[in-house]
């Protein structure tokens, strides 16, 4: 079984599009971060969202958790190709342990 | 930047030799976990460390991995015998005790092993 659910597994999209992909979970987290990871490299954190309810944005990417802890979503606004990869989430349930959803795979095309 | 490195990058072995692969944390972290990657199953919790005591070693097959951390420089987890379902990236992160800033984890570029 599972612990995170992301949706959509993937995702190809046109330049200048928006989209918002999701993480979900039966279980209640302390806190939940996102990476995106690149074709042979590791994943790289984006950001760490610790409170319900919680908004935190990056540039053009808006995370936000949700208000009982055991969901979040990613929206990124006007996509570009720089924004291809595996875009993933983690969930902490114990202190300094992380699960990881399976990903979403994010294409962006010119 | 502070970088996790691991070594190898690549490594091919045949079915029954042994593996160890490196990793060498951010100094200063005081935590480091060792991951496995497949496009079935993503990234699995083999194990993780903090302060050098191993803390969970749940996720990783006893009779053939052991992970270790001889030093606060210095991770290894090896695979003995190896076998072709080990194949996969292997990931070493460090990072140190999460707090409301949300520090995270860095992550190594991994070890892509494959075993013939």
């Known amino acids: 079984t599972q612990l995170l659910e992301q949706s959509p597994q993937f995702l190809s999209i046109q330049e200048g599009e928006n989209l918002t992909v999701y993480c979900n979970s039966s279980?209640?987290?302390?806190?939940l971060q996102w990476y995106r990871q690149e074709p042979g490299e590791g994943p790289v954190l984006l950001v760490t969202v610790v409170t319900g309810g919680e908004v935190k944005k990056l540039k053009r990417l808006t995370f936000q958790f949700g208000d009982a802890r055991k969901d979040s979503s990613l929206h990124i606004t006007a996509a570009q190709p720089g924004d291809t990869g595996l875009y993933l989430c983690?969930?902490?349930?114990?202190?300094?342990?992380?699960?990881f959803g399976k990903g979403t795979m994010l294409l962006v095309s010119p | 930047d502070a970088r996790v490195t691991q070594t190898p990058r690549d490594k091919v072995t045949e079915m029954g030799q042994e593996v160890t692969m490196r990793c060498q944390p951010i100094?200063?972290?005081?935590?480091v976990f060792w991951y496995r990657q497949t496009m079935m199953q993503g990234l699995e919790l083999l194990a993780y460390f903090r302060n050098r005591a191993p803390l969970d070693d749940s996720g990783m097959p006893k009779d053939r991995f052991s992970a270790e951390m001889p030093d606060a420089t210095l991770a290894t987890l090896k695979i003995q015998p190896s076998e072709p379902r080990d194949s996969a990236v292997y990931f070493c992160a460090s990072g140190l005790e999460l707090d409301r800033d949300g520090y995270g984890y860095t992550f190594g570029s991994g070890t892509r092993l494959t075993v013939v």
């Open positions: 100094l200063g972290h005081n935590t």
């Open positions: 983690a969930g902490d349930r114990r202190y300094s342990t992380l699960t």
């Open positions: 279980s209640v987290f302390s806190s």
